[in-house]
């Protein structure tokens, strides 16, 4: 086993108990919190995959931008957000069974799948992934529609965390 597989281990498993720990903690800015481990597990991930940049933008955008915009969001919110009962949702069982049994589906479909026991070939030299990606997200042919959907329900959440916080005084 390389270097580079044990630390991929280790990150996916940290990943996977900080994602574990978004749903299952009761705090919700332990959860904001924990998201941010998370999200910073999936950056490290695609360092080890050489996309730099989509790293760089995991960071900047979900860590950055989005997870603190919740942790705000949680903080202002919380005088309105008073605790009226139990948090935990009765019928927890049924969500736990479905995430296993798209566990167990996926696992079967890809239990033939030829990926997993390929290696990845080299990036060739004059490779330029930055300008690639820009050209994906800006172009009509690429993805510029999910793109500017994406930024519509980023200004919309953004909106709807200032009207929550505003007081009606």
Excluded: C
């Excluded at 919700?28 to 919190?33: D, G, K, P, Q, S």
């Amino acid at each position: 086993m390389t270097a580079e597989q044990i630390i991929f281990l280790i990150v996916g498993a940290v990943t996977l108990i900080a994602g574990l720990m978004v749903v299952t903690v009761r705090n919700l800015v332990h959860a904001a919190l924990w998201l941010v481990a998370a999200l910073f597990g999936v950056a490290i991930v695609y360092t080890l995959l050489n996309a730099g940049f989509i790293a760089v933008v995991q960071v900047v955008v979900y860590i950055g931008a989005i997870a603190i915009l919740f942790i705000f969001a949680v903080m202002l919110t919380r005088r309105q957000a008073a605790d009226t009962g139990a948090s935990v949702n009765k019928n927890w069982w049924a969500g736990a069974l479905m995430a296993a049994a798209t566990f167990a589906g996926l696992a079967f479909l890809l239990q033939g799948w030829s990926g997993f026991s390929k290696t990845a070939s080299a990036i060739p030299l004059g490779f330029d992934a930055v300008n690639q990606l820009g050209d994906a997200l800006t172009s009509p042919a690429g993805y510029v529609l999910p793109f500017e959907v994406a930024s519509v329900l980023l200004l919309a959440a953004l909106v709807g965390a200032v009207y929550l916080a505003f007081n009606k005084k």
